[in-house]
């Protein structure tokens, strides 16, 4: 396995300390590798070297000043004050998902009414995230408790009573998009349903949809150049024409 791709798994599993050594070694072999910036730039940040953190992003961004990893990530990590020696990131270690899509299990979904653009710029792909079920509507909540946006509401119907009866959900931050301002602020999860409850065993929790496809059908008279053979010789065709041929086509006795 080549070392990049180490570096990726040490990522995923939150071994911050693997993945800072790996990219320094990735960086001394290859100072202009702008992944290896990034990732390190992200494991900086999850153990609290902020300055570090800040540095190996500004790299990047020389580099490649419209980098969006290097452009979120910076902003992520100057929106958290002080040296970051308490620091505590918003999620917790565990095994981040492979986003693969099962009809029915599973679904991405585009979250609304976003919390705070500062809260939402310090998440990852990969990060989970919960569900809680109120009045309403369902609340997606960062594992610090920390309010990130809800599920649109024609979805948060039918999982109120999927999470009320007992189903289990696992959800993870898919995507988002703070590059551009609080007003375009974007955030989508994926979730997948991990258990269902007695009452809705045979229910999925995301139904599936089919589009039929339609196929026009034109008639081959209106497109075939050539005219259909209609049975008549020559001869009768030209009699048609002046009027003389029966057009019953009855046997001629006389």
Not at 46 to 54: C, S
Not at 157 to 170: C, D, H, I, Q, V
Request: hydrophobic share 35%; aromatic share 8%.
């Amino acid at each position: 396995m080549d070392l990049a791709r180490k570096a990726i798994d040490a990522a995923l599993v939150r071994d911050w300390k693997t993945a800072i050594a790996i990219n320094l070694e990735l960086i001394r072999e290859n100072p202009l590798d702008i992944d290896s910036l990034n990732r390190l730039g992200r494991a900086y940040f999850e153990t609290g070297q902020r300055n570090k953190a800040i540095s190996a992003y500004q790299k990047v961004i020389q580099l490649d000043k419209f980098n969006p990893i290097a452009l979120r990530g910076l902003s992520s990590t100057k929106s958290v004050s002080g040296t970051l020696k308490n620091f505590r990131p918003l999620t917790t270690p565990t095994t981040a998902p492979i986003f693969l899509e099962e009809p029915g299990v599973t679904k991405t979904i585009s979250l609304t009414r976003l919390g705070d653009p500062a809260t939402i710029s310090r998440l990852h792909p990969g990060d989970p995230v919960s569900l809680v079920a109120r009045e309403h509507c369902v609340s997606v909540m960062s594992n610090s408790s920390l309010y990130l946006g809800r599920l649109p509401d024609d979805l948060a119907s039918r999982m109120r009573s999927f999470l009320k009866a007992g189903n289990t959900y696992g959800a993870w931050v898919k995507s988002l998009d703070t590059t551009q301002g609080a007003a375009k602020l974007s955030l989508k999860i994926f979730m997948r349903e991990v258990t269902r409850s007695q009452k809705f065993r045979n229910v999925p929790s995301f139904p599936i949809t089919e589009k039929l496809t339609y196929a026009a059908f034109t008639p081959p008279e209106l497109i075939h150049e050539e005219k259909p053979d209609t049975g008549f010789s020559d001869d009768e065709k030209s009699e048609m024409v002046s009027g003389s041929v029966r057009t019953s086509r009855e046997p001629d006795f006389t």
